[in-house]
């Protein structure tokens, strides 16, 4: 049986999609916090057969929620104060993303204008399309769907 520590102060991410932390860590830029990273793979789970695990030593507000409800927003964050959890969020998808994906239309201005923000808004929830801010370009591929 796999024993990680518990956490003091931090969060963990729970019900990541298995196969799914590696991308998450480097998309949070979790590898540029100065402190404890604990990657769990293909953790046992009840609700979704196996499952990853991500535990994070240090305080919430270095984490991005936007990012994260946009790269899966069925992913539990669990707040730790005191080795105990004080608090869960629940992701939704965001209304607007700011330089997570950028454009791939080669006419839009984000191709021209090198220092423009790629932004991205929420144009239809149901089937979680984002469309670009400046050319209505759609974003294809979200969540590997």
């Known amino acids: ?41 293909n953790a046992r789970s009840n609700k979704m057969g ?7 030593e240090c305080p919430i507000e270095n984490l991005d929620l936007d990012i994260l ?17 004080v608090e869960k969020r629940i992701l939704k998808l965001p209304k607007k993303i700011t330089n997570v994906i950028r454009c791939k239309n080669p006419r839009c201005i984000t191709s021209i204008e090198q220092g423009l923000d790629q932004i991205f808004i929420l144009a239809d929830p149901e089937k979680e399309v984002y469309r670009c801010k400046y050319c209505e370009e759609k974003y294809r ?5």
């Open 1 to 41: 049986m796999l024993n990680v520590g518990a956490l003091h102060e931090g969060f963990v991410l729970d019900h990541i999609k298995a196969g799914k932390a590696m991308t998450i860590y480097h998309d949070l830029k979790l590898d540029k916090l100065d402190c404890t990273v604990a990657i769990i793979k």
């Open 141 to 145: 591929g979200h969540r590997n769907k």
């Open 50 to 56: 196996v499952k990853d695990i991500i535990k994070v």
């Open 69 to 85: 409800g946009f790269i899966d927003h069925n992913i539990t964050v669990n707040i730790i104060k005191d080795e105990k959890i």
